[in-house]
């Protein structure tokens, strides 16, 4: 037997993928989602709350990277005595829950049933560079509605929702597309077969997944996946789905469909005055963007401005003539067409929501229209490349989700918002302030009069200012300032026996302090000095001043 | 080999012990959440948010029931190719993360670091009624602060924050003790020894739970659980400590002091007119209650009115005798008085805090102070028996948890609220609605005009009124009305062509039909009817009167 061993001391660190949130982080955060949830819930969406664990059976196998260890889930099996305890899991999204709380409610719940959830997920994948195992997701569905005026309405709420929290309209653009529509093509292509839907099953995944990938890798990129396959620059070689060349020549019709239709956007877009939509490997956007708004096209193919019901005509002529005979397709286009309509009349045009054929969607469990919400505003990393944000939101119908339980088909449709990223994209833009101010200090001078401390900070709170009490050791008056420092205190305040017996105290202006101390002349350091004595009844008053000049909100 | 079975359906059930938390029970608690953030934030805490997961390892092994499963936590191991991955698993508080978090970033944080934290637990316990494996926490803590002043704010936190989520004062008591005193007591009885903290270690815990069950079992059942045991009405058997009699005797002599304690608390209160805190096996307080407050004890020991500083000074000088020689135990008497000092000085008496010897809280690595609020007013359940509430938050010192990492003693105190003990409480009390309204609901009379209905449905939401359009099949109207039922819809909107074409819309007042259905005369029916005739531009306006005269807030 090995040697008894002292046991090791613990690690102390966030388990690998995973990571806290400080402060402001968390805050900022929580004050997004009630944003959030104010719309839904105007919208008529009811709040719903399900615990992170599910038994894996009614979770199901969704996610795309199924070659994932555990298919991407955290799991564990139930302790029984008997040994056969339900497999458990944490949840990796809030839809595969709500398809289980409808199936067992069904009887109570209202049909249709609008519902938001909001929480974290989770997913058992290799962490990268800003991809945590953990994340937050903000979900809206509507649950027993087959009608597109559903999907419709989960547009435009999450139209309202982006402007709500801070993103002007002209910064973000709703694509939508419909899977009907892909399968439709892929029918003509034949590689999808409605009477045997295993048929080539492989290879349509393969071939959507190169479709979702036309932004990042251009044409050339996507005709390698559809037919051998495709070596990147690191020479990393990514198997294709080995389509006949008239196979791929018909589904690249189908992506070559979405440059004609970027194309008349770009048109009507600068006709309006709005942004254009700017994809970093498509030169002829980046050159009409370097050119200004208003001026006339570079290269591309250019069209006469049209009115947004114009472009719409022509995107859905070309998506009806590829998809040709399929039933299936043309009722996608048919549901694109009823989406658009009912958007149009209430004023979502196409510089808030566009028909856009490259939108895929990774998740197995999309049926219809599939939804999906990009910032279109240009973000700079340190080294001044432009960086794009990429999706923040993203969602579909799933009308067999909740069929899986009870046999019976219950039409859905949802959208699910990326918490995290878009808070990342408004701290890049300026548009949440990074860092926020401490609580005022007060400093400990006596250590026999806590009590007197104690009560003055009490009081400083009732009167609605945020403060503290410093409570580490108080012997080094240095200490205490730099605590302060630390904190980000906007004041300090200091009560020594001297001032106790003068019936005064003394404030620190530590903002006002800072900003002296790097630009002041001798002359503004005499005038406003960042240090004064008040007396002791006038605290309060004197600190909602010094926090006023700051433009310190009080609680 | 056993033949292909087709794959059975999934069970839609939530996994055992874990429970859905449907629309105002989200909102509610979201809120109350808020309120909390709230009154700790301006007490200078900051938020922090971990993650879910931690290494099993930074968990630590700190939860009372040592002999479930697991430990009482869910844990996996991560999957790594040399079979090696780390056990992870939920965390089961906040605390525990806290540690893990202070020694973490100990370089990058302020000494002292106030944060506060809230967000689920998970207990791979065996569930009961009432009893969930998933509850939210919402703790408090400051590390690096070893003075009484930080367990003093603590409690005065604690106190604020209840108050300010809707439970007045002498709703609620907030109970103090230090476990060393506790410890003191053990060592005057000789079941500790500073020496070897491992003689006796067991025993000592079968005490500790013992004088936990006091308010439960009384001082015969304590008694029972310091000698041999105790066998209950059920006829199941608990192990005792078997302690001798004279080491019993000094055990039952503290214990007793809690209702000497409780006694002139008793006649505090009457004093003050305030209610007492009355536990069901407690005759004496049940009596008093029955008695009603002012009049005089009819059973125990009664005293003359004392002053809350007099109070105090009895039971510490109880507490002092029974510690006797004990340094471990004076320390902690001593504790006691100067948090009870920094507390009465900013006004937080005995009718809101007060010194209970028979706190002990059930985690493992408190050290020192330790909390407990408790809800004191009565809740009759269905069957008119009185029920408590008992302990919706609890807390303590725990000066070791971070030295588990770094190796250096860091002291450490906080409090962790039970947000949905609390919730349920208020609810039960009627303090919080337990239904509220749903949105107003624009019905479906003509299907090729669902672009219409959802512009009106638009404009009600602009106008600040919560709204939806019905999404259901529309063929029968009377579904429509059934569905505006369901969802508790104040008002309905009917638009068919007749209406169209003359410029009017149906108003329907469902909350008034409702009334008028149960209770209304003929001449108020004809006086006020519930549906009337409004012109299409007045639409916004008499619905916000409908639901002004329900009382019904707007967004």
Redesign the interface.
Known sequence: MAKQKKQP????????G??????????QR?EML?TI??VY????F??????????V??L?KFLPDVDR??DGV???R??EDDGKG?W?A?RYDLTAPLA??Y???RNDL???Y?RYAMG?V?R?EKPGPGRY??FYQCDAD?V??A?M??D??IC?MLADTLEEVGIPRGDYLIRVNNRKVLNGVMEVAGVLNPDDPSHMAQERGIVLRAIDKLDRLGPEGVRALLGEGRRDESGDFTQGAGLSDEQARIVMEFVNAKEKINSRMHSYWRAKGQPDIVHDNDPTATALRAGGVGRSSMGGVDHTPESSSEVLVHTLSYLNDIVGSSPIGNEGVDELKSIA??L???GYGPDRIVIDPSVVRGLGYYTGPVYEAELTFDIYDEKGRRRQFGSVAGGGRYDDLVK????QAVPATGISIGVDRLLAALREKGRIKAVTH??V?VTVMDRDR???Y??MV?EL?NA?I????Y??NPKNFGNQLK?AD??RSPAAVIEGGDEKARGVVQVKDLILGAQIAETATLEEWKERPSQFEVPRGELVARLREVLAAHGIGQ?
């Open positions: 001391r613990p690690r102390a660190e966030t388990p690998k995973f990571r806290d949130y400080f402060g402001a982080e968390v805050t929580a009630r949830a104010g819930h105007r919208y008529g009811e709040a719903l709350e399900t615990s992170a664990v599910e038994t059976e009614a199901g260890p555990n955290f799991a564990w139930e302790d339900d458990l944490l289980r709380v199936a067992q409610y209202p049909t249709p609008r974290p989770w058992n195992r953990q509507t027993g509605a009608s005026a559903a419709a309405e435009a309509d009912l149009g009349a209430q899986r339980f009870t046999g401490g609580p200090v806590m009590a007197d104690l009560a009490a709170r609605g945020r403060a503290e009490l409570l580490g605590y630390r904190r609680d």
